[in-house]
């Protein structure tokens, strides 16, 4: 008879994820005991075991989550009709919102990611690949006409742009949304003014 699936299971499976990423970005994944874990939840080792079977799956399920969530908000954004600058700062603004509350899960994902199967791999990073290519689409309507086709150039631009973006929570751990969007009016700015003014030095 196959297990009945209890009413409070989506709540406690989102009390694991929380609890667990906190205690593999404090101790790193490897060194963390799946027993810590369940003690930050206040649950037992063999309940948590209930929900998954091994550090690994867990370790997949924090991030497949995490970064699902945020690629799908960010690449469902109204841009329409918005100019290059307005878009930009739009999706600069909310990926800073969405990494509020966040900054676990944000700091496992380095570590976490070479600890995962390929095929984990794979679908973790196409969810960052359609982050980035909302923000390529964008740079190409921002830099100039000689530049559109430069595939380094327009990479180095969009990698500098996640770069201050991923950084945030290490330099302001305690922001508010307040900061939050004046940091991404800074960010939009520095880009739009660097992108549509940038010279290839041969």
């Known amino acids: 008879m196959a297990r009945t699936i209890a009413k409070d299971y989506g709540e406690k499976r989102l009390l694991i994820l929380k609890a667990a990423a906190e205690v593999f970005a404090r101790e790193g994944i490897a060194r963390a005991p799946m027993s810590e874990v369940a003690k930050n939840c206040g649950i037992s080792k063999a309940n948590i075991y209930h929900y998954y079977s091994s550090k690994d799956s867990l370790l997949f399920d924090i991030l497949d989550s995490y970064l699902s969530s945020l690629s799908n908000h960010i690449c469902n954004l109204p841009l329409d009709n918005l100019s290059a600058k307005d878009k930009l700062s739009a999706i600069t603004r909310e990926v800073l919102f969405a990494y509020d509350g966040m900054d676990h899960q944000h700091k ?3 570590e976490g990611l070479p600890l995962l199967r390929k095929e984990q791999q794979e679908i973790l990073k196409q969810y960052q690949r359609n982050m980035v290519a909302i923000v390529n689409d964008v740079l190409i309507e921002i830099v100039p006409p000689k530049i559109k086709h430069n595939r380094m150039v327009l990479r180095n631009i969009n990698m500098s742009l996640f770069g201050m973006l991923n950084w945030y929570y290490i330099w ?3 922001a508010d949304r307040k900061a939050r ?4 009016i800074t960010i939009t700015e520095l880009t739009v003014s660097g992108a549509a003014h940038f010279e290839i030095i041969q």
């Not at 969007?181 to 991404?184: G, V």
């Open 108 to 110: 496992i994902q380095t």
């Open 181 to 184: 969007e004046e940091y991404a």
């Open 172 to 174: 302001n751990p305690n």
